[in-house]
């Protein structure tokens, strides 16, 4: 009986200090994070009823655009950078750090495609407060199409960068993708995990062999704009990360397609692979999409090629 004991209270000193050094690094990580790209003073925030959504305003002209990154760990308003500028003297716009990501709140919730067109749907109504062009990257450029059947009244021209195939927006959460969704919110172990996903070397990686077309057109402070973002509000990014990866923000949206009465364009970058079958199998369902390529870029052509992707948009 002294030696069951004895065992457990040796397996309990020994997994009490592994949880204690564990805290400690995710501490002593969320600490260390540089507080200089992202900067707060340049805008406010949207007090909606899910959290504190971050926003900036920019730009001369008249017409109102919402521009909203693509949803993932790294995101911020950063990503437009450059494209508000190319658009500043035509355009009013608004530029917002999605829940989950970056500036805003970063509430233990699971993110869904719904939670986000929601947003959408109240941002415009809320501050913006009239009928606005929309346009987002990536995975976010369904949720301005929801919110146009939500809302059709208050979503102009919706233009979709680098959107996801319909194929990998019709699944659903399995099994696994739960497990890997709780797996990933678990204390300590789950911030752990998300520390070690979003290291320098990753973010590099990403930017450099994923969505740029030529590695030296990444931005300077690039890199550490994403970093910053994803370790905010210590490691509660990982609430996000864990929904991505559960398949919680994939919707079919082909109804929405055939059913919107919003102008869509979909821009992508030339050397995207399979941009082109990604943006006719969209048009299958709504022969009048606009369809536009930009030369000499990837995923992120609003970044890599930024005056060319304005002059998209300005050509509407």
């Not at 301005?144 to 990998?168: F, V």
């Not at 990014?237 to 994939?250: E, I, M, N, T, V």
């Not at 606009?290 to 970044?303: F, G, I, Q």
Request: one cysteine or more; a positive charge.
């Amino acid at each position: 009986m002294k030696k069951k004991s004895s065992g457990f209270k040796k397996f309990f000193y020994i997994n009490s200090a592994a949880f204690a050094g564990l805290y400690l690094i995710n501490r002593s990580i969320s600490l260390s994070v540089p507080k200089s790209t992202l900067k707060l003073e340049d805008g406010g925030y949207y007090r909606w009823k899910y959290g504190k959504v971050f926003y900036t305003i920019t730009g001369s002209g008249s017409k109102p655009l919402l521009l909203i990154h693509d949803a993932n760990e790294y995101g911020s308003a950063e990503e437009w950078h450059f494209l508000a500028k190319n658009l500043a003297a035509d355009y009013r716009i608004w530029l917002l750090d999605l829940p989950g990501c970056g500036r805003s709140d970063k509430p233990a919730y699971t993110y869904t495609n719904y939670f986000y067109t929601l947003l959408v749907s109240s941002f415009i109504r809320d501050v913006i407060r009239e009928k606005a062009d929309v346009c987002a990257s990536g995975l976010s450029s369904t949720f301005p199409l929801m919110a146009s059947l939500e809302a059709p009244d208050q979503i102009g021209n919706i233009y979709m960068i680098s959107p996801c195939s319909l194929k990998l927006l019709q699944n659903t959460p399995d099994e696994r993708s739960v497990v890997l969704r709780i797996l990933s919110q678990i204390p300590v172990i789950g911030t752990t995990i998300y520390h070690l996903s979003t290291i320098r070397p990753n973010i590099e990686y990403l930017l450099k062999e994923k969505y740029f077309y030529n590695p030296f057109q990444v931005p300077a402070g690039m890199m550490e704009a994403c970093y910053e973002a994803s370790h905010l509000s210590k490691g509660k990014g990982k609430y996000l990360l864990a929904s991505l990866r559960g398949g919680y923000l994939y919707w079919d949206i082909r109804r929405a397609l055939k059913q919107t009465s919003s102008p869509i364009t979909i821009i992508n970058g030339e050397k995207t692979e399979h941009a082109a079958g990604i943006a006719e199998a969209y048009r299958k369902y709504n022969a009048s999409i606009r369809v536009c390529s930009v030369s000499n870029a990837k995923l992120l052509p609003h970044m890599e090629m930024p005056a060319q992707t304005a002059n998209i948009i300005l050509s509407e």
